[in-house]
């Protein structure tokens, strides 16, 4: 009897070996693919997606002919693992990282709870203790890996409400405009009402202002408010900038609040110097997102949440159920008690494999590379006369505009800049809007970006922003 679910030994060596090549082809040729979308019709994608929104056959394809659409599909894409990607957050999933992922795939071991694997759930404990002493948790503290920095952040605020317990319609939560979107969306998610958000003003530095903190959360608190949470930046999506993490962690210790740091961006750059001088006081945190698919360059899908008192994260999260009665407790933590999920994948050692496989200094020294390169994008950006840069990089984002005599005037010139630039393909920028204005964006952090690929996008910018300005 033949079942063709379970292929032999030869033949799975067969079909692995054709997808590795189509990828390894595919990641060594990353430096040409074009940046983005930009300049392909409509119409070709929806011919393309035509094609591809078929239901699947009765009988087998061949999987040369199946990965040959696999592939038209990808190449029609923003090329989020490549050098040009420049725009949002760059991660770029390291080539390691999924080889550990097509590991942990085809073993499918389960991790959820850790007596069914215990060395396995050790293996992605020991990659979550060492992202808790990355941002300086105590000994007792821990976490867990989710999906990305959405999931984290939402596991962050369902902890903290949870001290206010069953009943929390009163509560509120105090966060900046430049905040994640994820975070107000994690308060909704978690059952309060968007009136539970308190936007605290900022400075001109587009940090929380944490005397405008205190006074928000003393009103609150004489309009019978339960204050409950504070949650600060380590590095924003806008323009990376890092709140005052020491003066809100203050404010939070007198007032009782849960601390919780978005690091989804920013958190590695804790193995820097200088991030680690940018980032004081996360250690102060009750809780920090750290997302390994950002600046850790982990394949999506890999995010991160580290508590000071697990307990408190499993006080949010544990439940039972009798049909896992014969799971005992175990040295190392169940990961189904800290979050929403029960089946969950090994995430672990799609960060674990890597950082054994080229060791940390390699990661540190990629970091400082993005550091550099985006101080050196900042200062030649400065020196051209048609362009506005109003925040000097805190990490490696670099935020800009087109200078004009009036505001209008500037939001249409920055955006034709960025229509001009993306339009080349060799870079993918993406703007936002800061303090009410069109703003142009450079997000240096993907492993693949180097000097060369940066200055182009420079180039381009500066020669963009000449030419909307000559006429
Ligand atoms: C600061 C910050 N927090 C949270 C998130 C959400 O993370 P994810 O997209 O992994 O869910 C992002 C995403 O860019 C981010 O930049």
Known sequence: MRYPLEPDHEDMQRLAQVVVDRAVAFVASLADHPASLAGVSEEAVLNLQRRLLQPPPEQPEDLGGILDRVEE????????????????????????????????????????????????????????????????????????????????????????????????????????????????????????PMEALRVVPCGRDLRMDPDALAEMVARDRRAGRRPFLVVAAAGTTNTGVVDPLPAVADVAAREGLWFHVDAAYGGFFMLTERGRAALQGIERADSVTLDPHKSLFAPYGTGALVVRDLGALRAAHAVSGHYLQDLGEQEVPDFADLGPELTRELRGLRVWLPLHLYGVAAFRDALNEKLDLARHAYERLLAEPSLDLPWAPSLSIVALRVRANDQDTADALTRDVLERVNAGRRVFLSSTVVEGRFTLRLAILAHRS??????????????????????
Do not use: C
């Open 73 to 192: 599909a990808s190449q029609a894409a923003v090329e989020t693992a490549g050098p040009s990607y420049l725009a949002y957050i760059p991660g770029g999933g390291l080539f390691a990282g999924a080889l550990a992922d097509f590991y942990a795939r085809a073993t499918n071991r389960y991790v959820g709870m850790a007596a069914t694997a215990p060395g396995l759930v050790a293996l992605e404990w020991s990659v979550v203790r060492w992202l808790a002493d990355i941002v300086g948790m105590p000994a007792q503290g821990g976490g867990v890996l989710f999906s990305g920095g959405s999931i984290a952040n939402f596991a962050a605020v369902v902890a903290a409400r949870e001290r206010l317990g069953e009943t929390f319609a009163d509560g509120t939560v105090y966060l900046t405009e430049e905040a994640h979107q994820s975070v107000g969306k994690a308060v909704h998610l978690a059952g309060l």
């Open 450 to 471: 180097h000097q060369d690929r940066v200055d182009e996008a420079v180039d381009a910018i500066i020669a963009a922003a000449r030419a909307v300005t000559a006429v």
